[in-house]
């Protein structure tokens, strides 16, 4: 869900809560019926604002719930048609061997993986925390590669691009002999 589509889905919840309490409150007579009746009134001076008004409520409800009805158009895996039938591969799979290739570079203290289908193939997309000592641009470049090559010599997938971002350096802390 986009930003756009959350303040939006935030402003209509909180005009939805305020209506549903006005709602209760006259019905169980806690606001004055000569208080209602003022404000009904005030709907006929103001006809074509508050028609405005409804027909937004009506849009937005609509798309809110078409979003619901249709859900995310996420691919969670990826199917290979073999001789023998089909293989699915998880996306999970793809973060997990990533994972296990990074994690044996000298230099990575923590990765986070992600990944992604799209028409040409995979993204992978790693978060690492690295040590001070090492150059960030030949790692960036080794990972790259082995984990490319790697997932594509093990899942067969093309993977169309290794995004790596490094978040933190972090300093080789040795144990202490005392």
């Not at 044996?104 to 990944?115: C, F, H, L, M, S």
């Not at 067969?156 to 995004?163: C, D, L, S, T």
């Amino acid at each position: 869900m986009s930003l756009f589509d959350r303040i939006v889905l935030t402003i209509y919840s909180f005009l939805l809560a305020v209506a549903s309490i006005l709602v209760i409150f006259s019905g169980f007579h806690i606001i004055p019926v000569h208080i209602i009746e003022s404000y009904a009134g005030l709907l006929y001076d103001y006809g074509y604002i508050i028609g405005i008004v409804g027909l937004l409520f009506l849009i937005v409800s609509i798309k809110f719930l078409l979003s619901g009805v249709r859900g995310e158009n996420n691919i969670k895996n990826i199917a290979r048609q073999t001789q023998l039938g089909e293989v699915r591969i998880s996306l999970v799979t793809l973060e997990n061997i990533s994972e296990k290739v990074v994690k044996g570079i000298d230099g990575v203290r923590e990765v986070k993986t992600k990944a992604l289908f799209i028409n040409d193939g995979a993204v992978i997309v790693l978060n690492l925390i690295v040590a001070t000592e090492i150059k960030i641009p030949e790692l960036v470049v080794k990972i790259q590669k082995l984990v490319k090559e790697q997932v594509e010599a093990i899942t067969g997938i093309n993977v169309a691009e290794v995004k790596v971002y490094i978040d933190n350096v972090t300093v080789n802390l040795k144990p202490r002999v005392e």
